[in-house]
């Protein structure tokens, strides 16, 4: 038994080999496009097609490279399909698009903020790469990463996706008001969250900001979750009424003008490296000076960013093994190259945010950093639990939708449960 074994063992790896030698790989150029500009997000999927096409060409030669493109516009193409997902899975040949870089929520937007950006004071970046590329489900069968291309396929979808750029977390607003401790400038250097807070100016506090008859621009996360914490406050009689209300940021709206028209008192902050770039162009119009100077930390409603590049799937499988491996392993890397290049600028761009109107006439508006208080990141991480189980029966949602989000949120809360021990021990300070 054990020589047929060898025998069996050394035909298998004798067959990988010729095929290896006989395979005919031919180059591939895959059009895509790109939803996003920002900083930390654009420039990094053409950093991912750059090196992708730089070592395809090393390793498998010029006439077997694989090549993305980015599209100059997918006008004309969406409009003919329900979402993105729908024109890739159609792909090009048929009207559609054979590759699409986008978040996962806009692959479902019932579970697909999980892979996006994780639940609010959920894992860091570090901590959910274990759940994405470990053996982290079903006992070790599978990672996070199949498990999600594997609900994709059974929901009929014609489409792989891969992650391709990673990103640190984000701040969690720009107030009119501080809600938190105002960190003191001689701080900012050499920063004690312990004694910052009990040297910082006390903020209105989440009692007072869910009473303040304020308009907010946050995303829909952010926004449920604050909302909830809100309704429980009130629901217990620690405030007399909820008088805060939401919007969701609109593609193109002006920040700028929705807070200087008085339409709303607060709007989401992305990183330091975006927000340098986008907010802060010009000294004159800036967060400061239209009266949101109060910006805030931590990012507790999105602790990273992950994006990915969504592939039609009759494209992927026209790939070589050679090639899907080469793809597979130059996403992965381009995930942690995009994360490390970004996280190194990030405290350099928070210090120029800070110190961004130092010069002008007025001190009123001079940027400041803005702590959350312990126990209103208590109610909020509370809220956070709450909203992640009405999930399970929100009827916005289909069936399949509600199932695939348990099954996502259960293997994710294995995880946690699994490693919550050592991350505590090695961040605990003595």
């Known amino acids: 038994m054990k020589n047929i074994r060898l025998v069996s063992v050394n035909l298998i790896f004798s067959a990988l ?6 395979e005919k790989l031919m180059a591939v150029e895959i059009g895509y496009t790109n939803f996003s500009n920002l900083e930390a997000i654009g420039p990094p999927a053409e950093m991912f097609s750059t090196n992708l096409k730089a070592m395809s060409t090393a390793v498998l030669g010029e006439e077997e490279a694989i090549v993305f493109s980015k599209l100059s516009s997918d ?8 979402n993105i997902v729908e024109a890739v899975s159609a792909g090009s040949n048929n009207g559609g698009l054979d590759a699409a870089y986008v978040p996962a929520l806009s692959i479902n937007p019932a579970w697909g903020f999980i892979y996006t950006s994780g639940v609010p004071f959920g894992p860091k970046f570090d901590e959910f790469m274990g759940f994405l590329y470990g053996k982290s489900v079903d006992n070790g069968t599978m990672t996070g990463l199949e498990l ?3 609900i994709i396929s059974e929901s009929g979808k014609n489409i792989i996706v891969l992650p391709i750029v990673g990103g640190s977390e984000q701040g969690s607003g720009y107030f009119m008001k501080p809600i938190g401790k105002v960190v003191p400038n001689r701080c900012l250097n050499k920063l004690d969250r312990k004694k910052c807070k009990l040297l910082g100016r006390p903020g ?3 009692k007072g900001l869910c009473v303040k008859k304020w308009k907010i621009r946050y995303i829909p996360i952010a926004r ?5 914490a809100c309704d429980n406050l009130l629901e217990k009689g620690k405030i007399p009424e909820k008088n805060i209300s939401f919007i969701d940021p609109t593609p193109g709206a002006g920040v700028y003008e929705s ?8 709007f989401e902050v992305s990183t330091p490296l975006d927000d340098i770039g986008g907010l802060f162009q010009k000294s004159e119009v800036n967060p400061g000076t239209i009266g949101a100077r109060y910006l805030h930390y931590p990012g507790w409603h999105q602790p990273f960013l992950i994006t990915y590049m969504m592939i039609n799937k009759g494209i992927w499988n026209q790939l070589s093994v050679k090639q899907k491996l080469l793809l597979t392993q130059v996403s992965r890397e381009n995930v942690m190259r995009s994360y490390s290049e970004s996280l190194s600028k990030q405290g350099e761009k928070l210090h120029d945010i800070l110190n961004y109107n130092d010069n002008t006439a007025t001190k009123m508006d001079d940027i400041r950093l803005v702590l959350w208080r312990e126990r209103d990141l208590r109610l909020l991480k509370n809220a956070t639990d709450q ?6 029966s929100e ?14 949120v259960s293997a994710l809360k294995k995880y946690i449960a699994t490693n919550k021990l050592y991350w505590e021990v090695r961040s605990t300070k003595s």
């Open 17 to 22: 080999f010729v095929f290896s030698l006989s």
């Open 75 to 82: 006008s004309g193409v969406a409009s003919n399909f329900e």
């Open 148 to 150: 999600f291309n594997e």
């Open 204 to 206: 209105i506090g989440l």
């Open 224 to 228: 449920d979750v604050l909302d909830l």
């Open 259 to 266: 807070m200087i028209s008085g339409e709303i008192q607060a």
């Open 387 to 392: 909203y992640l189980i009405n999930l399970e």
């Open 395 to 408: 009827q916005g949602f289909s069936e399949m939708d509600r199932e695939n989000y348990i099954r996502i």
